[in-house]
T-cell receptor
Framework: EAGVAQSPRYKIIEKRQSVAFWCNPISGHATLYWYQQILGQGPKLLIQFQNNGVVDDSQLPKDRFSAERLKGVDSTLKIQPAKLEDSAVYLC??????????????FGPGTRLTVL | AQSVTQLGSHVSVSEGALVLLRCNYSSSVPPYLFWYVQYPNQGLQLLLKYTSAATLVKGINGFEAEFKKSETSFHLTKPSAHMSDAAEYFCAVSKIQGAQKLVFGQGTRLTINP
């Protein structure tokens, strides 16, 4: 079974530029999460989708961050414009809604963003 | 609201020694609890999870954790450390209904001395 795929793995941009990250979850997983992991901290949820609907985006900085999950499969996370404090690893995770793995989240390798 | 506190941002043990990583949680509802491991430049991998069955949970790579409700703790242990255990470890809590977000602790970096 293929895992969660993310691209790019690394991205360096200057402040005020825009950037987009892509995530392809495990096939059949209805729930998709984006987490932000700042160096030295644990991951923090940015947004949670169930199919193509948003379940929780309470910690998403909506003035600069946006995310979509068209067709309930792939997802993109965008930052526009980027700030220095957005430097972090952006992790995508997915989980099934029900069944034995419903409470387990499977993580992708992450995208490391550096904002100069 | 839920939160997790991991005591000790950095733990160092000798190869073959006991590994003990501490995690305390706060939750207004019965929680599910998790330990994840992160190797450099990789995503998080699930070590073990507590989902209200047995309070002593065994995971991969010889790790186990015990859920103690009275102490609101979920400490991770391994009897004998191996060099390959060097990594960052995260404790996380979630609610029990359906697919729920994880709330993570700040992580503990484990170093193994030869």
């Amino acid at each position: 079974e293929a895992g969660v795929a993310q691209s790019p793995r690394y991205k360096i941009i200057e402040k005020r530029q825009s950037v987009a990250f892509w995530c392809n979850p495990i096939s059949g997983h209805a729930t998709l999460y984006w987490y932000q992991q700042i160096l030295g901290q644990g991951p923090k949820l940015l947004i949670q989708f169930q199919n193509n609907g948003v379940v929780d985006d309470s910690q998403l900085p909506k003035d600069r961050f946006s995310a979509e999950r068209l067709k309930g499969v792939d997802s993109t996370l965008k930052i526009q414009p980027a700030k220095l404090e957005d430097s972090a690893v952006y992790l995508c995770a997915s989980s099934p809604i029900r069944g034995q793995g419903a409470h387990e989240q499977f993580f992708g390798p992450g995208t490391r963003l550096t904002v100069l | 609201a839920q939160s997790v506190t991991q005591l000790g941002s950095h733990v160092s043990v000798s190869e073959g020694a006991l590994v003990l990583l501490r995690c305390n949680y706060s939750s207004s509802v019965p929680p599910y609890l998790f330990w994840y491991v992160q190797y450099p430049n990789q995503g998080l991998q699930l070590l073990l999870k507590y989902t209200s069955a047995a309070t002593l949970v065994k995971g991969i790579n010889g790790f186990e954790a015990e859920f103690k409700k009275s102490e609101t703790s979920f400490h991770l242990t391994k009897p004998s450390a191996h060099m390959s255990d060097a990594a960052e470890y995260f404790c996380a809590v979630s609610k029990i209904q359906g697919a729920q977000k994880l709330v993570f602790g700040q992580g503990t970096r484990l170093t193994i001395n030869p």
